[in-house]
């Protein structure tokens, strides 16, 4: 089987960051590269969990604090965004 190269743009810091996660790992970036493509061939599929972050515990509360409010119609209502920030600044 003869090799062949791919090449690929991605930012520096991109690449940087990839880089030392691999490296974490005892890999370099084409070890990892070539385990993804062998990877998406033995599954028949592209091997990607694609959703959104998981909130920290600091957005958790804020979240459960506004569904209470919510809940007990306390707290105030703002029709706008610069309402809401011309409230607060007074």
């Known amino acids: 089987m003869a090799a062949s190269s791919v090449t690929i743009r991605v930012d520096s810091d991109v ?6 996660v691999a490296e974490h790992f005892g890999f370099d970036l084409s070890s990892v ?22 909130p920290n515990d600091e957005s958790l509360a804020a979240i ?6 919510i809940r007990s119609g306390k707290g105030e209502s703002f029709s706008s965004g ?6 607060a600044l007074s």
């Not at 690449?15 to 030392?20: T, Y």
């Not at 590269?33 to 998981?54: G, K, V």
């Not at 459960?64 to 409010?69: N, V, Y």
Request: aromatic share 4%; no cysteine.
């Open 82 to 87: 610069h309402d809401l920030i011309q409230a």
């Open 64 to 69: 459960k604090e506004t569904d209470e409010m």
């Open 33 to 54: 590269t070539r385990a993804f493509y062998l990877q998406m061939i033995r599954e028949n599929r592209i091997p990607l969990t694609l959703s959104d972050p998981e």
């Open 15 to 20: 690449k940087e960051g990839a880089s030392r």
